[in-house]
T-cell receptor
Framework: GEQVEQLPSILRVQEGSSASINCTYE??????FPWYKQEPGENPKLIID?????ERKQTQGLIVLLDKKAKRFSLHITDTQPGDSAMYFC????????????FGLGTTLQVQP | ETAVFQTPNYHVTQVGNEVSFNCKQT?????MYWYKQDSKKLLKIMFS???????VNETVPRRFSPQSSDKAHLNLRIKSVEPEDSAVYLC????????????FGAGTRLSVL
């Protein structure tokens, strides 16, 4: 299977709190897990990614965790700000002959002041 | 910084017409993609090309046909549009060697009346 499940679909948090988005994937051969942020009217932009040789990666208030056994990965945004409000997509893939990325359905994050 | 260029930005047409979308990347990537993003923001891969060779051809209607003249260009033609083709079509590019970051263009919004 190639599905990537992403939850929640909508996430509302208070400014300053943390936000977590979880994804699961089916293809155990997947080796690349990027996260994209899409603001209204804009194209998706990479914010952080992790490869299968790592379990944790952190950059500028973003933390990604990867559990290959459970085929699960997650994005954690610490100290959320109103500018973090956007649509977030996880993706999994990079394996096999096609190396295609399969995207989750997206999470709308709303950071309330 | 914009390095994946799509034209047109918007296109409004009627059922049964033919449309063509253009995409050019100046990043020196060897792989290009077409994704469709529907009204629910679902990102679904349609095609990918590596060095002008078709790599991924998802189950899309036969009226869709990609065209690549060189590794920096990937166009999309829709022979006879249907109402369900209304969506944003996102072009992207990346390096093939190992899964890598997708850089998306600004998208072409197609409205079929």
């Amino acid at each position: 299977g190639e599905q990537v499940e992403q939850l929640p679909s909508i996430l509302r948090v208070q400014e300053g709190s943390s936000a977590s988005i979880n994804c699961t994937y089916e293809n155990s051969a997947s080796n690349y897990f990027p996260w994209y942020k899409q603001e209204p009217g804009e194209n998706p932009k990479l914010i952080i990614d992790i490869r299968s040789n790592m379990e944790r990666k952190q950059t500028q208030g973003l933390i990604v965790l990867l559990d290959k056994k459970a085929k699960r990965f997650s994005l954690h945004i610490t100290d959320t700000q109103p500018g973090d409000s956007a649509m977030y997509f996880c993706a999994a893939g990079g394996a096999g002959n096609t190396r295609k990325l399969i995207f989750g359905l997206g999470t709308t994050l709303q950071v309330q002041p | 910084e914009t390095a994946v260029f799509q034209t047109p930005n918007y296109h409004v047409t009627q059922v049964g017409n033919e449309v063509s979308f253009n995409c050019k990347q100046t990043l020196g990537h060897d792989t290009m993609y077409w994704y469709k993003q529907d009204s629910k923001k679902l990102l679904k891969i349609m095609f990918s090309y590596n060095n002008k060779q078709l790599i991924v051809n998802e189950t899309v209607p036969r009226r869709f046909s990609p065209q690549s003249s060189d590794k920096a260009h990937l166009n999309l033609r829709i022979k006879s549009v249907e109402p369900e083709d209304s969506a944003v079509y996102l072009c992207a590019s990346s390096y093939w060697g190992g899964a890598d970051t997708l850089y998306f263009g600004a998208g072409t919004r197609l409205s079929v009346l």
